[in-house]
């Protein structure tokens, strides 16, 4: 479309059918947005704030800021290749990104033709300040793939700018210095020390290191905030009262320290305290925060805490007559004590990643490098590196941070020196005689471009916000890793084309662990042809027991090969190369080098069918090649004596398939229900295989229904041509996703396996066309209409959550370890189905709206509170259990809008359930990539039911970051990385789940029923509204 959209009507109201192409769209929130201002209600408001709560850029303004947008705001969505506006428009709106991208073009000579893209806008960006003065746009945007947007006028906007300046100056208008200039745009003069704080030009390698000073760390936190102020008293308060010997007078080379603490004597009361504290590390990063905020410094004014025998003093402690606390101020900080602590474990990995990233990058301990490596794993701009780039900058970068906004870290026209990666804070773009082009924010990254081609900065870059902070990678580093790379890149060819491309380990190619040098270079793959990469890999597998590197990419080439090469084409490879035969040598090196390509091949062939297990019982070719396959090798084992307890292995895993192949075939399961909805949950689950066949209503818009008999994995064309009898000709019909709150998803003609992508209550319709805008949910799709409280009030906590894990185990026990592949690069691509994994996302939701359905019908207050209090108990004993998706979907269902809001509850509730409530809460933290979570993890030993989301958020940001072929070569980084995260699964599940266990009686049939037959409301306006009637909305 070549139409600048912001040309056409101001605001654009969604209809359920507008969005059926995008089930992200479809949400009671764009609904609400799509009123006009004057006719949304309370609840509106309420809905959309729940949405706009998780936009990056309205992160910091005020509740009545938020809720004044959710007035006057709008919603729009755009398909890929719209222009949104061109340069030199006018504009009208003021914008912020949803979802999607949108990319940022910019022309010298004003003529779209020659426009180049200077940067993407992403999730959280906002753009379109000039409204603010009338300027002309100073670049074009453009929709680089589906985008939302929330849209704000000019009227409107210019209000709230107005009335709300001190909050949105600096997060939604150009720095100071732009809006100086008289026609709103920037030339070269209106850049000064004058208007903004400058970084000095670094002139010499030493000075890359910024290592400061002790002057400086003296100054870093001059004035400690009201927060560290209270935090540190409550710390020494509780300290002096259990363990008043920690701080005391010490010597030290004949002189007394005053009031001194021991670094690792802290550490030590601080892992004594529990509070979510998992190792030392993360106990030194909660007292580094106090270091960094002022109440605590260390005797020799070092900025950075150790857990060594190094003297700290708290600030109270640096006075002549130190107060110590009276026994009302003792009583006072041991009840506050676990808040403080909750405060420092969230900020302390921050903390102790900017020690970290502080010290001299020669000084950088191996457990730091690998600290920094798993935090570079989980940012954007840097997900496309391989792995060996990665731990190469981890040991390179450099921290950087700028108190002020305003800072420029370089000017258009000067010198690349280095690179930048944003930790946190936000960046603009600003250009000569164009002003503010763009914006970038945490995880985005500038300033490459110039060093790759050794070209003068392009743009000025100045920081949007104060306590920005960066990842800053010098020049000299920046080019040697390139360098490196390149040098240990071995490319493989074949007429010309590159086939094979490996890379030699930099750190290995250096020393080995031990500190020698190693006798033999190791190398990965990193992109290649399937064959070429199956070739290498088998002739790198050892025969011995000794597991190998080749061994682990071998697993990961069986993991995800179904993305590159199917199994159809990838059998008649196995056989190639188990009668594989050398061309040249002498007779004894020929038969040496066909027996070991027939075992290396049997070898493979059996980690294969062990992967892939059920999955190739629905492939009737994988099925007749395991057999083809067992007779070439029960030939060659009667003649080969080398064979023959291989041969015994592998016929027992082809017998198995085969048979399990053939029932399946003679009689497939059928489920009744919709997956067993009903008496047949109270069974114990077992997998579901596509060939299974499910019992399934399809109404119509009449809301009459025909039950067909279909398989599991049926495609929409087979489900309408079951329902064209009644309903109509299969040629005019649709199939519809309907939720219960009347949102849209209107299956497309090569979807399949649809049964397992509907929502709780969700139904399945079929219509015609012109009936799709009339379809109304099924009375029955409203869920409960009075809530099971009074059932739940006689249950045990403990007893709840061990029924509810023993559930969710066997769901999750049932997912395939290959259906997150399946699920992440679509289903469509693979042509498999990803059932049990649909199922067990479905059971988070399941149980999230119980646990909202259950607050909002439960009308007394006082039972209120007490269901509050069981909620977050049994979240406590499911985070105990190890089941952290069931732990996680009760505390995200206590966190929605329509729970969060009752405030007469929450006021009402102990304060030990709130400090309980907060540290769950610290662990659904999103930041960092969810560190606070993955810290809890990796102290959890198996069995685990994981957060199954934020598995996926992880295969995708994998997926959507990395290409997955490389000038016509299979990106194996990329499938490495996807294999680590699956195995991931592997790990959850390496222990059994005891249904035996003593802590809970299990002689409760009633509760095991009621947890797997949940009742619920997953409509979230109606939820809303039920809440808003417990507890209407204070004036």
Same mark, same amino acid.
């Given at each position: 479309m070549d139409r600048p959209w912001e040309a056409g009507p101001e605001w654009v109201r969604i209809s359920a059918a507008h969005t059926s192409s995008h089930p992200s769209e479809s949400h009671e929130w764009v609904l609400c947005l799509g009123k006009r201002p004057a006719e949304r209600s309370g609840e509106d408001v309420d809905t959309i704030l729940a949405r706009l709560n998780g936009v990056k850029a309205l992160e910091r303004f005020p509740p009545s800021l938020l809720q004044r947008i959710c007035l006057c705001g709008f919603y729009e969505c755009l398909e890929k290749g719209i222009t949104l506006y061109r340069q030199g428009d006018i504009g009208t709106n003021w914008y912020a990104v949803l979802s999607g991208s949108l990319d940022v073009n910019v022309s010298e000579t004003g003529s779209h033709q020659d426009a180049v893209t200077i940067c993407t806008l992403g999730p959280g960006a906002a753009f379109g300040e000039s409204i603010l003065?009338? @300027?002309?746009?100073?670049a074009t945007i453009v929709t680089r793939q589906f985008s939302e947007l929330l849209l704000i006028e000019r009227g409107p906007f210019r209000s709230l700018w107005e009335e709300y300046h001190q909050c949105m100056a600096?997060?939604?208008?150009?720095?100071?210095? $732009?809006?100086?200039?008289? @026609?709103?745009m920037l030339d070269k003069g209106s850049i000064s020390s004058n208007s903004f704080a400058s970084v000095p030009k670094q002139q010499h390698k030493k000075s890359f290191f910024e290592i400061p000073s002790k002057a400086q760390l003296k100054c870093i936190s001059q004035v400690p905030s009201e927060e560290m102020l209270w935090a540190g008293k409550v710390i020494r308060n509780a300290i002096l009262s259990r363990a008043p010997h920690v701080i005391r007078d010490r010597k030290c080379r004949m002189k007394t320290c005053r009031r001194c603490c021991v670094g690792s004597e802290l550490v030590d009361w601080q892992m004594q305290q529990g509070s979510g504290v998992h190792s030392r590390a993360q106990a030194a990063g909660m007292w580094q925060v106090l270091l960094e905020g002022g109440v605590l410094t260390r005797v020799d004014r070092e900025l950075s805490f150790q857990d060594k025998y190094l003297f700290y003093r708290f600030l109270d402690d640096e006075k002549e007559d130190a107060p110590f606390p009276s026994e009302e101020e003792q009583k006072e900080s041991l009840e506050e004590l676990k808040d403080a602590l909750l405060l420092l474990s969230q900020i302390g990995p921050d903390?102790?990643?900017?020690?970290?990233?502080?010290?001299?990058?020669?000084?950088r301990t191996a457990d730091d490098l690998e600290i920094i490596y798993e935090e570079l794993l989980h940012i954007k701009a840097l997900s496309h590196l391989s792995t060996t780039v990665k731990r190469e900058l981890a040991g390179v970068l450099?921290?950087?941070?700028?108190?002020k906004s305003g800072t420029v870290l370089f000017s258009q026209g000067g010198e690349g020196t280095s690179w930048y990666i944003i930790l946190k804070g936000s960046v603009n773009v600003v250009i000569y005689g164009k002003g503010v082009v763009c914006t970038l924010h945490e995880g985005d990254d500038f300033g490459k471009l110039a060093l790759v081609n050794d070209a003068p900065r392009a743009a000025c870059i100045v920081s949007r916000e104060d306590d920005c902070h960066f990842l800053r990678v010098d020049k000299e580093d920046f080019n040697r890793i390139l360098r490196d790379v390149e040098a240990n890149t071995v490319r493989l060819k074949e007429h010309g084309q590159d086939v094979l491309v490996l890379e030699k380990s930099l750190s290995s190619s250096r020393t080995s662990s031990r500190g020698a040098a190693t006798s033999h270079d190791k190398y990965k793959v990193m992109s290649g042809t399937p064959v070429k990469i199956l070739e290498h890999l088998l002739e790198m597998t050892r025969l011995d027991s000794q597991v190998t590197e080749s061994d682990s990419a071998l697993n990961d080439f069986v993991l995800t090969h179904c993305v590159f090469i199917p199994n159809r084409e990838l059998c008649p490879v196995l056989m190639a190369h188990y009668h594989a035969e050398a061309s040249q040598g002498t007779d004894q090196e020929k038969l040496d080098y066909a027996l070991n390509s027939k075992r290396r091949a049997i070898c493979l062939v059996m980690q294969w069918a062990a992967v892939h297990g059920d999955q190739l019982q629905e492939e009737d070719a994988s099925v007749a090649f395991l057999e083809e396959f067992l007779v070439a090798v029960s030939k060659d084992a009667e003649v080969i004596p080398a064979l023959r307890d291989q041969f015994t292995k592998l016929d027992r895993i082809v017998k198995q398939n085969t048979e399990e192949w053939g029932a399946s075939r003679t009689k497939p399961r059928v489920l009744l229900r919709q997956f067993s909805v009903g008496e047949e949950k109270l069974q114990k689950r077992r997998p579901i295989r596509s060939s299974d066949e499910i019992l399934f209503k399809v109404y119509g818009g009449d809301h009459t229904y025909t039950t067909i008999r279909a398989s599991v994995a049926a495609s929409v064309g087979e489900v309408i041509g079951a329902v064209a009898d009644k309903l109509?000709?299969?040629?005019?019909?649709?199939? $519809?996703?309907?939720?219960?709150?009347g949102e849209k998803v209107v299956f497309k003609p090569n979807d399949f396996c649809v049964f397992s992508t509907l929502g709780v209550n969700g139904r399945l319709f079929a219509c015609r066309r012109d009936q799709l805008d009339s379809l109304s949910p099924l009375p029955e799709q409203e869920g409960t209409c009075a809530g099971l409280s009074s059932s739940l009030d006689f249950m045990s906590s403990r007893d709840v959550a061990f029924h509810m894990t023993s559930f969710d185990w066997e769901l999750f026990h049932c997912v395939h370890e290959l259906e997150l592949i399946y699920h992440t690069f679509g289903r469509q691509h693979v042509q498999k189905a990803s059932v049990n994994l649909d199922l067990f996302l479905r059971r988070f939701n399941e149980i999230q709206f119980w646990v909202i359905t259950e607050m909002c019908l439960c009308s007394q207050l006082s039972k209120r509170v007490q269901l509050l209090k069981k909620f977050i108990k049994v979240a406590a004993h499911c985070k105990e259990y190890g089941n952290l998706n069931g732990f996680f979907a009760v505390i995200m269902g206590l966190s929605n809008q329509a729970v969060c809001r009752l405030s007469q509850t929450w006021e009402k509730l102990p304060g030990k359930f709130r400090r309980s409530y907060g540290e769950f809460e610290n662990l659904m933290d999103p930041s960092r990539n969810h560190r606070a979570y993955r810290l809890m993890v990796a102290e959890l030993e198996p069995p685990i039911v994981p957060f199954m989301p934020l598995l996926i958020k992880d295969m995708t940001f994998t997926h959507e970051g990395n290409k997955t072929f490389i000038d016509n070569l299979v990106n194996f980084e990329k499938m490495r990385m996807i294999a680590n995260t699956v195995k991931l699964l592997r790990y959850c599940r390496s222990q059994p789940f005891s249904p035996d266990s003593p802590l809970v009686s299990k002689n409760h049939p009633e509760v095991r029923t009621y947890v797997r037959q949940l009742h619920v409301i997953d409509n979230q306006r109606t939820l809303t509204q039920l809440s808003h009637g417990l507890e209407p909305r204070r004036s």
């Open positions: 003065d009338d @300027t002309p746009r100073r600096g997060l939604l208008a150009p720095p100071r210095g $732009v809006n100086q200039c008289p @026609t709103g903390a102790h990643m900017r020690m970290i990233l502080r010290k001299h990058p020669s000084e450099i921290f950087e941070s700028h108190a109509g000709s299969a040629e005019d019909l649709l199939l $519809v996703n309907l939720s219960s709150a």
